[in-house]
């Protein structure tokens, strides 16, 4: 069975790219465009990794992952932070983030990355 991967990202154009990359490496990938519904998917989808935006409507990155790693099972999920906002690397990891990757990003990073995470 694939690993399945939520993308969390209220922006759709970059849902989709990423989307259509991680199929075509065969993975199963869910979306969720803010952190209220991402809490929903992960409930209900249980996935592998997340890649994660910081600046979202409804509920950003920061209080999802607060809800995130309060259940211990949901704390072991890697998370990959997305950020136009630049010098924030101290903050995420301080925040217990396994990796970041600044926006505009390359699939290929992001794919290495999550490759890596999975130890694949």
């Known amino acids: 069975m694939s690993k399945r991967i939520l993308i969390v990202d209220d922006e759709p154009n970059i849902r989709k790219l990423l989307s259509v990359r991680l199929k075509n490496s065969k993975y199963g990938v869910v979306e969720a465009a803010d952190g209220k519904e991402a809490l929903e998917k992960v409930k209900d989808e249980k996935p592998d990794l997340i890649i994660l935006d910081v600046m979202m409507p409804v509920m950003d990155g ?12 949901n704390s072991k999920i890697p ?15 301080a925040l ?25």
């Not at 983030?97 to 995470?117: E, G, M, R, Y």
């Open 62 to 73: 920061y209080e999802f992952l607060k809800r995130l790693k309060k259940n211990r099972e």
């Open 96 to 120: 217990d983030i396994n990796a970041f990757v600044p926006k505009p990003f390359k699939a290929d990073k992001i794919l290495s990355t999550i490759k890596s995470l999975l130890k694949e």
């Open 79 to 93: 998370i990959i932070m997305l950020t136009a906002r630049y010098g924030m690397e101290g903050l995420f990891s």
